[in-house]
């Protein structure tokens, strides 16, 4: 096992009931089409908390069999993933929100590859993560094999920005805050992004070390670099594309629970301070209207 992959390994964490409860209630929602689930994002580090909306990838063997909806499998190949809302209330009387998005395990490996270009998908699971409740083995390392090609895809996009040595925190920091850049999120500065790096500090030094070798008497790390130039470009690009294609990805979300354009309206507002009028046919039809609606928020700067 090489030592990446052990790193990556290590972070398991056990779920607890209500994890579980929420994960076979998603499973029943797409019978016989869930490989495996990747539990991400703020409720990973505070799973006791009720209050938390719980983040997965539910990694799937085919997108047609999972939709129903022929347009809903189509923006899904076009625009993965697929996110649903879920709620779901326990015994105890909690109720527990979750958000999990839909991929299949190609497309997951292809968008952590070293030729993906949008970090949607390879920014993410750079970052800390749990898979669970893999189908088998071969599922298991499938999903870690692209892992490891998330973290290397992610290093080789940020290490032409920085002259070396470098710092571990302000390393991933600055290739976490770009990544951020190209999609719809709350985080806004570098400092932010360095908070989040921080928690996992050991980690991030583990990782460095596995990637360029042991840090030099000040803890600082040498990187292979690249054109910084060519860096910024391609970074800027992945801003141009990533917002718009994020915020189609956000509004087509609106099918698949009631309220739901209402929660898209909610959620761009609070990223961009924009809001846009809807049509009763938008509102009805969100999902063929994702589209237009995406492109009246990007006129009105929602993506800048």
């Not at 979750?98 to 395990?105: H, R, W």
Request: aromatic share 12%; charged share 25%.
């Amino acid at each position: 096992m090489s030592p990446l992959r052990s790193i990556l390994e290590n972070e398991y964490v056990a779920p607890i009931p209500r994890i579980k409860a929420v994960c076979a209630d998603i499973k029943s929602r797409h019978p016989e089409r869930v490989l495996a689930y990747i539990y991400y994002g703020s409720s990973l580090r505070d799973m006791e908390d009720p209050e938390k909306m719980l983040d997965f990838y539910v990694i799937v063997d085919s997108y047609r069999k999972t939709h129903k909806n022929p347009i809903r499998t189509a923006l899904n190949v076009l625009f993965p993933p697929a996110v649903y809302y879920h709620e779901m209330d326990h015994k105890d009387g909690v109720k527990t929100t979750c958000k999990y998005s839909i991929m299949s395990i190609k497309a997951f490996e292809r968008r952590c590859g070293p030729t993906a270009f949008l970090s949607t998908t390879w920014g993410r699971f750079s970052q800390p993560c749990v898979i669970l409740f893999p189908k088998d083995d071969l599922v298991k390392t499938r999903i870690f094999k692209a892992r490891e090609q998330a973290v290397k895809h992610m290093a080789a996009q940020t290490a032409p920005l920085f002259e070396n040595p470098v710092m571990t925190s302000k390393f991933w920091a600055r290739g976490f805050m770009e990544s951020y850049k190209t999609e719809l999120r709350p985080e806004s500065s570098e400092g932010r992004a360095e908070e989040i790096v921080l928690r996992y500090q050991d980690r991030y030094d583990a990782i460095m070390s596995a990637l360029y070798g042991a840090a030099d008497k000040t803890g600082l790390y040498t990187t292979s670099g690249g054109s910084k130039f060519a860096a910024k470009l391609k970074w800027f690009g992945r801003r141009a594309l990533g917002k718009p294609v994020a915020a189609i990805r956000i509004i087509s979300s609106a099918f698949t629970f009631a309220g739901g354009l209402d929660y898209v309206q909610h959620k761009l507002e609070k990223h961009s301070g924009v809001r846009i009028d809807v049509t009763e046919s938008q509102r009805k039809h969100p999902v063929l209207w994702s589209p237009v609606l995406a492109w009246k928020y990007w006129r009105k700067g929602a993506f800048r």
